[in-house]
Protein backbone atom coordinates (compact mmCIF):
# COMPACT_ATOMS: atom_id res chain seq x y z
CA UNK A 1 0.00 0.00 0.00
CA UNK A 2 1.47 3.42 -0.79
CA UNK A 3 0.37 6.20 1.13
CA UNK A 4 1.89 10.01 1.59
CA UNK A 5 2.34 11.22 5.13
CA UNK A 6 0.49 14.10 6.22
CA UNK A 7 2.32 14.67 9.71
CA UNK A 8 4.25 13.08 12.70
CA UNK A 9 2.24 12.67 15.69
CA UNK A 10 3.00 12.87 19.32
CA UNK A 11 5.21 10.39 20.35
CA UNK A 12 6.58 9.85 16.86
CA UNK A 13 3.91 7.78 14.25
CA UNK A 14 3.91 9.14 11.22
CA UNK A 15 0.70 9.12 9.98
CA UNK A 16 -1.25 8.98 6.63
CA UNK A 17 -4.49 8.24 5.09
CA UNK A 18 -5.36 5.70 2.33
CA UNK A 19 -8.79 6.02 0.85
CA UNK A 20 -10.04 8.60 3.91
CA UNK A 21 -8.73 5.85 6.65
CA UNK A 22 -6.00 6.82 8.95
CA UNK A 23 -2.73 4.85 8.50
CA UNK A 24 -0.24 5.02 10.98
CA UNK A 25 3.30 3.57 10.15
CA UNK A 26 6.83 4.40 11.82
CA UNK A 27 8.92 5.90 9.20
CA UNK A 28 8.44 8.69 6.67
CA UNK A 29 8.50 12.10 6.70
CA UNK A 30 5.89 15.02 5.89
CA UNK A 31 4.92 14.96 2.52
CA UNK A 32 6.72 11.74 1.82
CA UNK A 33 5.26 8.79 -0.27
CA UNK A 34 6.41 5.61 1.19
CA UNK A 35 5.23 2.48 1.15
CA UNK A 36 3.81 0.36 3.94
CA UNK A 37 2.39 -3.30 5.08
CA UNK A 38 -0.50 -3.16 7.29
CA UNK A 39 -0.09 -5.23 10.41
CA UNK A 40 -3.36 -4.39 12.24
CA UNK A 41 -6.36 -3.08 10.61
CA UNK A 42 -8.90 -1.46 13.00
CA UNK A 43 -12.61 0.29 11.95
CA UNK A 44 -10.88 3.66 12.25
CA UNK A 45 -7.39 3.15 11.32
CA UNK A 46 -5.07 1.04 10.45
CA UNK A 47 -1.07 0.26 11.89
CA UNK A 48 1.60 -0.73 9.66
CA UNK A 49 5.41 -0.49 8.99
CA UNK A 50 6.91 1.27 6.22
CA UNK A 51 8.74 -0.78 3.82
CA UNK A 52 10.21 2.07 1.41
CA UNK A 53 10.76 5.57 0.69
CA UNK A 54 8.66 6.16 -2.64
CA UNK A 55 9.55 10.25 -3.08
CA UNK A 56 11.75 11.55 -0.11
CA UNK A 57 11.53 15.03 1.41
CA UNK A 58 14.13 17.00 0.84
CA UNK A 59 14.56 17.21 4.69
CA UNK A 60 15.54 13.73 4.86
CA UNK A 61 18.97 13.10 5.72
CA UNK A 62 21.22 9.78 6.72
CA UNK A 63 20.56 8.91 10.48
CA UNK A 64 24.39 8.33 12.27
CA UNK A 65 23.50 5.48 14.67
CA UNK A 66 22.67 2.07 12.69
CA UNK A 67 20.20 1.51 15.31
CA UNK A 68 18.50 4.91 15.62
CA UNK A 69 14.39 3.72 15.32
CA UNK A 70 15.17 1.69 18.90
CA UNK A 71 16.14 5.37 20.71
CA UNK A 72 16.31 8.02 18.51
CA UNK A 73 13.77 7.67 15.36
CA UNK A 74 14.21 11.50 14.61
CA UNK A 75 17.46 11.24 13.21
CA UNK A 76 16.45 10.75 9.97
CA UNK A 77 15.21 14.53 9.34
CA UNK A 78 16.68 17.78 9.47
CA UNK A 79 17.51 19.61 12.49
CA UNK A 80 14.85 22.24 11.39
CA UNK A 81 12.25 20.39 10.39
CA UNK A 82 12.09 18.32 13.97
CA UNK A 83 11.93 21.58 15.91
CA UNK A 84 8.67 22.31 13.77
CA UNK A 85 7.29 18.73 14.31
CA UNK A 86 7.39 19.17 17.86
CA UNK A 87 6.07 22.31 18.09
CA UNK A 88 3.11 21.68 16.18
CA UNK A 89 2.65 18.74 18.37
CA UNK A 90 2.24 20.40 21.02
CA UNK A 91 0.13 22.90 19.67
CA UNK A 92 -2.34 20.50 18.37
CA UNK A 93 -2.44 18.94 21.69
CA UNK A 94 -3.00 22.24 23.80
CA UNK A 95 -5.86 23.25 21.18
CA UNK A 96 -7.56 20.10 21.24
CA UNK A 97 -7.75 19.72 24.93
CA UNK A 98 -7.73 23.68 25.77
CA UNK A 99 -10.14 24.44 22.75
CA UNK A 100 -7.72 27.65 22.29
CA UNK A 101 -5.24 28.27 19.19
CA UNK A 102 -1.22 27.61 20.78
CA UNK A 103 0.26 29.25 17.03
CA UNK A 104 2.50 31.09 18.51
CA UNK A 105 5.01 28.99 20.88
CA UNK A 106 8.30 29.29 21.08
CA UNK A 107 10.74 26.26 20.85
CA UNK A 108 14.24 26.69 22.37
CA UNK A 109 16.76 24.62 20.69
CA UNK A 110 19.38 22.42 22.14
CA UNK A 111 22.77 24.08 22.76
CA UNK A 112 24.23 20.54 21.14
CA UNK A 113 22.05 18.10 18.64
CA UNK A 114 24.99 15.39 18.98
CA UNK A 115 26.87 14.25 22.15
CA UNK A 116 24.65 16.00 24.75
CA UNK A 117 23.30 13.06 26.94
CA UNK A 118 24.95 12.58 30.37
CA UNK A 119 23.22 9.25 30.83
CA UNK A 120 23.06 5.94 28.53
CA UNK A 121 21.51 2.74 29.53
CA UNK A 122 21.78 -0.01 27.59
CA UNK A 123 21.09 -4.07 28.11
CA UNK A 124 23.84 -7.15 27.80
CA UNK A 125 23.06 -9.87 25.66
CA UNK A 126 24.92 -13.05 24.90
CA UNK A 127 25.14 -15.00 22.01
CA UNK A 128 27.45 -17.68 21.14
CA UNK A 129 29.73 -16.75 23.87
CA UNK A 130 30.27 -13.78 22.68
CA UNK A 131 28.23 -10.10 24.74
CA UNK A 132 27.22 -6.86 23.08
CA UNK A 133 25.16 -3.68 23.85
CA UNK A 134 21.46 -3.58 22.79
CA UNK A 135 18.48 -1.89 22.77
CA UNK A 136 15.11 -3.55 22.62
CA UNK A 137 13.55 -3.22 18.95
CA UNK A 138 10.45 -0.74 19.35
CA UNK A 139 7.51 -2.42 20.49
CA UNK A 140 9.66 -5.49 21.22
CA UNK A 141 10.50 -7.11 24.12
CA UNK A 142 12.06 -10.20 22.95
CA UNK A 143 14.00 -9.00 19.88
CA UNK A 144 16.81 -6.81 20.16
CA UNK A 145 19.20 -4.28 17.91
CA UNK A 146 22.90 -3.90 18.67
CA UNK A 147 24.14 -0.76 19.57
CA UNK A 148 28.14 0.00 18.27
CA UNK A 149 28.24 3.66 19.08
CA UNK A 150 25.56 6.02 19.85
CA UNK A 151 25.94 9.63 18.78
CA UNK A 152 23.91 10.82 21.58
CA UNK A 153 26.35 10.76 24.17
CA UNK A 154 29.85 11.97 24.35
CA UNK A 155 32.58 10.17 22.20
CA UNK A 156 34.49 9.41 25.02
CA UNK A 157 31.44 7.39 26.26
CA UNK A 158 31.28 5.43 23.56
CA UNK A 159 35.03 4.37 24.82
CA UNK A 160 34.63 4.07 27.71
CA UNK A 161 31.20 1.45 26.51
CA UNK A 162 33.60 -0.24 24.01
CA UNK A 163 36.45 -0.68 27.14
CA UNK A 164 33.85 -2.13 29.43
CA UNK A 165 32.24 -4.36 26.92
CA UNK A 166 36.29 -5.80 26.43
CA UNK A 167 36.11 -6.83 30.36
CA UNK A 168 32.87 -7.83 30.58
CA UNK A 169 33.86 -10.41 27.58
CA UNK A 170 37.86 -10.98 29.03
CA UNK A 171 36.53 -11.54 32.70
CA UNK A 172 33.94 -14.18 34.97
CA UNK A 173 31.49 -11.90 34.34
CA UNK A 174 28.02 -13.46 32.72
CA UNK A 175 26.09 -12.24 35.88
CA UNK A 176 26.16 -8.76 34.18
CA UNK A 177 23.05 -8.02 32.44
CA UNK A 178 22.92 -4.26 31.68
CA UNK A 179 25.45 -1.27 32.33
CA UNK A 180 24.60 2.48 32.81
CA UNK A 181 26.87 5.16 32.75
CA UNK A 182 26.42 8.92 33.85
CA UNK A 183 28.93 11.29 32.79
CA UNK A 184 29.45 14.90 34.31
CA UNK A 185 29.74 17.87 31.94
CA UNK A 186 31.54 20.04 33.89
CA UNK A 187 34.00 17.55 35.66
CA UNK A 188 34.10 14.99 32.82
CA UNK A 189 33.92 12.51 35.26
CA UNK A 190 31.94 9.70 34.68
CA UNK A 191 29.92 6.75 37.06
CA UNK A 192 29.39 3.05 36.17
CA UNK A 193 26.25 1.03 36.81
CA UNK A 194 26.03 -2.57 36.54
CA UNK A 195 22.95 -4.53 36.70
CA UNK A 196 23.94 -8.06 37.98
CA UNK A 197 21.82 -11.21 38.30
CA UNK A 198 21.05 -12.56 41.51
CA UNK A 199 23.57 -14.08 43.50
CA UNK A 200 26.31 -12.75 41.40
CA UNK A 201 29.59 -12.08 42.75
CA UNK A 202 30.76 -8.21 42.25
CA UNK A 203 34.08 -7.68 43.91
CA UNK A 204 36.05 -9.28 40.78
CA UNK A 205 34.21 -6.92 38.05
CA UNK A 206 34.95 -3.83 40.61
CA UNK A 207 38.49 -4.67 40.38
CA UNK A 208 38.18 -4.68 36.42
CA UNK A 209 36.52 -1.46 36.33
CA UNK A 210 39.23 0.16 39.25
CA UNK A 211 41.61 -0.53 36.70
CA UNK A 212 40.64 2.05 33.56
CA UNK A 213 39.96 4.43 35.97
CA UNK A 214 42.13 6.98 35.32
CA UNK A 215 42.27 6.09 31.71
CA UNK A 216 38.43 7.63 31.50
CA UNK A 217 38.50 9.62 34.35
CA UNK A 218 35.84 7.30 36.77
CA UNK A 219 34.47 8.13 39.51
CA UNK A 220 33.95 5.34 40.54
CA UNK A 221 31.47 1.86 39.89
CA UNK A 222 28.02 0.33 41.59
CA UNK A 223 26.69 -2.83 41.03
CA UNK A 224 22.96 -3.19 40.96
CA UNK A 225 22.27 -6.53 42.05
CA UNK A 226 18.62 -8.38 41.68
CA UNK A 227 17.81 -10.75 45.19
CA UNK A 228 14.69 -11.77 43.58
CA UNK A 229 12.25 -9.01 44.54
CA UNK A 230 14.44 -5.77 43.82
CA UNK A 231 17.67 -4.62 43.16
CA UNK A 232 20.13 -3.69 45.85
CA UNK A 233 23.41 -1.45 45.16
CA UNK A 234 26.93 -2.22 46.13
CA UNK A 235 29.80 0.42 45.65
CA UNK A 236 32.40 -1.25 43.68
CA UNK A 237 35.19 1.12 43.70
CA UNK A 238 35.37 4.79 44.44
CA UNK A 239 32.38 7.06 44.43
CA UNK A 240 28.65 6.08 44.05
CA UNK A 241 27.64 9.66 42.33
CA UNK A 242 29.14 12.63 40.29
CA UNK A 243 28.78 16.04 40.57
CA UNK A 244 27.57 18.52 37.99
CA UNK A 245 27.40 22.09 37.71
CA UNK A 246 24.81 24.50 35.90
CA UNK A 247 24.87 28.08 36.73
CA UNK A 248 27.25 28.09 39.47
CA UNK A 249 25.65 25.63 41.44
CA UNK A 250 26.51 22.05 42.57
CA UNK A 251 24.46 19.19 42.35
CA UNK A 252 25.55 15.63 43.69
CA UNK A 253 23.88 13.27 41.44
CA UNK A 254 24.09 9.08 42.64
CA UNK A 255 23.65 6.39 40.90
CA UNK A 256 19.91 5.69 40.81
CA UNK A 257 19.08 9.81 40.98
CA UNK A 258 16.91 11.71 38.31
CA UNK A 259 18.82 14.63 36.89
CA UNK A 260 17.84 16.48 33.84
CA UNK A 261 20.09 14.41 31.14
CA UNK A 262 21.01 18.07 28.71
CA UNK A 263 22.67 20.42 30.83
CA UNK A 264 23.01 22.78 28.08
CA UNK A 265 18.94 23.44 27.51
CA UNK A 266 18.74 23.15 31.52
CA UNK A 267 20.56 26.27 31.68
CA UNK A 268 18.35 28.09 29.38
CA UNK A 269 15.41 26.42 31.51
CA UNK A 270 17.02 28.27 34.69
CA UNK A 271 17.45 31.37 32.70
CA UNK A 272 13.35 31.77 31.39
CA UNK A 273 12.24 30.53 35.01
CA UNK A 274 14.51 33.00 36.81
CA UNK A 275 12.92 35.90 33.94
CA UNK A 276 9.22 34.54 34.85
CA UNK A 277 9.68 34.41 38.48
CA UNK A 278 11.31 37.88 38.77
CA UNK A 279 8.14 39.68 40.25
CA UNK A 280 7.61 36.85 43.50
CA UNK A 281 11.53 36.53 43.25
CA UNK A 282 11.74 36.99 46.93
CA UNK A 283 8.45 35.34 47.78
CA UNK A 284 7.94 31.61 49.35
CA UNK A 285 9.03 28.78 46.63
CA UNK A 286 7.08 25.32 46.81
CA UNK A 287 9.21 23.11 44.73
CA UNK A 288 6.79 19.93 43.96
CA UNK A 289 8.31 16.76 42.63
CA UNK A 290 11.76 18.58 43.60
CA UNK A 291 13.87 15.62 43.31
CA UNK A 292 17.81 16.48 44.14
CA UNK A 293 16.08 19.95 44.20
CA UNK A 294 17.54 21.42 40.85
CA UNK A 295 15.11 24.06 40.77
CA UNK A 296 14.27 24.87 44.35
CA UNK A 297 18.24 25.43 45.12
CA UNK A 298 18.17 27.46 42.25
CA UNK A 299 15.45 30.17 43.46
CA UNK A 300 16.61 29.87 46.95
CA UNK A 301 19.23 32.25 46.76
CA UNK A 302 16.48 35.16 46.48
CA UNK A 303 13.34 33.20 48.17
CA UNK A 304 12.51 33.88 51.56
CA UNK A 305 12.00 30.44 51.70
CA UNK A 306 11.78 27.28 49.89
CA UNK A 307 9.60 24.05 50.47
CA UNK A 308 11.15 21.14 49.04
CA UNK A 309 8.82 17.91 48.72
CA UNK A 310 10.54 14.73 47.82
CA UNK A 311 8.98 11.15 48.64
CA UNK A 312 12.29 9.00 47.45
CA UNK A 313 14.50 7.97 50.08
CA UNK A 314 17.86 8.38 47.42
CA UNK A 315 16.63 11.66 46.10
CA UNK A 316 16.13 13.21 49.85
CA UNK A 317 19.71 12.11 50.66
CA UNK A 318 21.18 13.64 48.03
CA UNK A 319 18.69 16.52 48.24
CA UNK A 320 20.30 17.89 51.92
CA UNK A 321 23.91 17.17 50.45
CA UNK A 322 23.03 19.60 47.66
CA UNK A 323 21.64 22.05 50.48
CA UNK A 324 24.70 21.59 52.07
CA UNK A 325 26.74 21.96 48.83
CA UNK A 326 25.53 25.11 47.93
CA UNK A 327 25.18 26.17 51.41
CA UNK A 328 21.32 26.91 51.60
CA UNK A 329 19.72 27.63 54.85
CA UNK A 330 16.34 28.66 53.53
CA UNK A 331 15.23 25.34 52.16
CA UNK A 332 12.65 23.19 54.17
CA UNK A 333 12.64 19.21 53.13
CA UNK A 334 9.44 17.82 53.15
CA UNK A 335 9.52 14.44 53.00
CA UNK A 336 6.76 12.30 51.89
CA UNK A 337 4.10 12.56 48.55
CA UNK A 338 3.51 16.41 47.11
CA UNK A 339 -0.17 15.50 47.58
CA UNK A 340 0.13 14.73 51.62
CA UNK A 341 2.28 17.83 52.08
CA UNK A 342 0.44 20.97 49.87
CA UNK A 343 -2.37 21.81 52.44
CA UNK A 344 0.52 22.77 54.81
CA UNK A 345 1.88 24.21 52.22
CA UNK A 346 -0.61 26.42 51.02
CA UNK A 347 -1.45 27.53 54.44
CA UNK A 348 2.60 29.35 54.02
CA UNK A 349 1.11 31.39 51.24
CA UNK A 350 3.36 30.62 48.58
CA UNK A 351 4.28 33.21 45.79
CA UNK A 352 5.76 30.49 43.46
CA UNK A 353 4.78 26.90 42.85
CA UNK A 354 6.99 24.39 40.76
CA UNK A 355 5.49 21.35 39.14
CA UNK A 356 7.88 18.94 37.80
CA UNK A 357 6.54 15.55 37.89
CA UNK A 358 7.05 12.04 35.97
CA UNK A 359 5.50 11.31 33.03
CA UNK A 360 1.84 10.57 34.36
CA UNK A 361 1.61 13.88 35.78
CA UNK A 362 0.23 15.47 39.02
CA UNK A 363 -1.88 14.12 40.98
CA UNK A 364 -5.60 15.06 40.48
CA UNK A 365 -5.89 16.12 44.43
CA UNK A 366 -2.87 18.76 43.47
CA UNK A 367 -5.02 19.98 40.99
CA UNK A 368 -8.29 20.49 43.14
CA UNK A 369 -5.95 21.69 45.99
CA UNK A 370 -4.17 24.44 43.79
CA UNK A 371 -7.21 25.60 42.07
CA UNK A 372 -9.59 25.97 45.37
CA UNK A 373 -6.53 28.30 47.02
CA UNK A 374 -4.63 29.58 43.80
CA UNK A 375 -1.04 30.57 43.84
CA UNK A 376 -0.02 33.81 42.19
CA UNK A 377 2.47 32.02 39.88
CA UNK A 378 2.39 28.02 39.18
CA UNK A 379 5.21 26.61 37.32
CA UNK A 380 4.74 23.59 35.10
CA UNK A 381 7.69 21.50 33.76
CA UNK A 382 6.50 18.66 31.43
CA UNK A 383 7.58 15.39 30.22
CA UNK A 384 4.91 14.47 28.59
CA UNK A 385 2.88 17.10 26.89
CA UNK A 386 -0.28 14.94 27.10
CA UNK A 387 -0.68 14.70 30.56
CA UNK A 388 0.30 18.48 30.47
CA UNK A 389 -2.80 19.31 28.58
CA UNK A 390 -4.96 16.78 31.41
CA UNK A 391 -3.88 18.55 33.70
CA UNK A 392 -3.81 22.41 32.56
CA UNK A 393 -7.45 22.04 31.58
CA UNK A 394 -8.41 21.62 35.17
CA UNK A 395 -5.78 23.93 36.47
CA UNK A 396 -7.32 26.59 33.72
CA UNK A 397 -10.34 26.84 36.43
CA UNK A 398 -8.32 29.44 38.58
CA UNK A 399 -5.39 30.57 36.27
CA UNK A 400 -4.57 31.89 33.10
CA UNK A 401 -1.86 30.30 30.75
CA UNK A 402 0.63 33.44 30.63
CA UNK A 403 3.35 31.36 28.15
CA UNK A 404 3.82 28.06 26.83
CA UNK A 405 7.28 26.79 25.75
CA UNK A 406 8.52 24.21 24.21
CA UNK A 407 12.24 22.90 25.07
CA UNK A 408 14.41 20.06 22.71
CA UNK A 409 16.10 18.63 25.75
CA UNK A 410 16.31 15.46 23.58
CA UNK A 411 17.51 16.11 19.70
CA UNK A 412 16.53 12.97 17.34
CA UNK A 413 14.20 11.63 20.17
CA UNK A 414 10.15 12.30 19.56
CA UNK A 415 10.46 13.62 23.45
CA UNK A 416 9.57 16.99 24.34
CA UNK A 417 9.72 19.55 27.91
CA UNK A 418 7.40 22.41 28.11
CA UNK A 419 7.21 24.91 30.28
CA UNK A 420 3.71 26.28 31.53
CA UNK A 421 3.56 29.60 32.91
CA UNK A 422 0.45 30.21 34.71
CA UNK A 423 -0.45 33.03 36.63
CA UNK A 424 -3.56 33.25 39.15
CA UNK A 425 -6.60 34.81 37.42
CA UNK A 426 -7.10 38.22 37.72
CA UNK A 427 -3.46 38.59 38.24
CA UNK A 428 -2.36 38.79 34.77
CA UNK A 429 -1.56 42.66 33.59
Aim: hydrophobic fraction near 40%; proline fraction near 5%.
Amino acid sequence: MRIEIQKIVYPGRRLGLAEGKVVFTDRGLPGEAVEVEVFKDRRSYAEARTVRIVEPSPSRVEPRCAHYLACSPYQDMDYALELEVKRAQVAEIMSRELKRPFENLSVTPSPEIWGYRNRIRLRVLREGGAARFVYNEPGERASFVAVDRCHLVPDRVNDLLARILEIIEGGPFASVEGVEVRTSRSSGESLIVCDLAAGAEAAGLGEALAGIKKEFVLAGAVASIYDGKKFRDERLFGRDFIEESVRGLTFRIGARSFFQANIGILERVFDDIAAAVAPQAEAVVADLYCGLGTFGIFLAKKAREVFGVESEAGNIAFLKKNLALNRVGNFAVCEGTSEDWLPEILERTPGVVILDPPRKGVDPGIVRGLVEDPVPLLLYLSCNPTTLARDLKGLLEAYAVADLRVYDFFPHTPHIETLAILERRGSLS
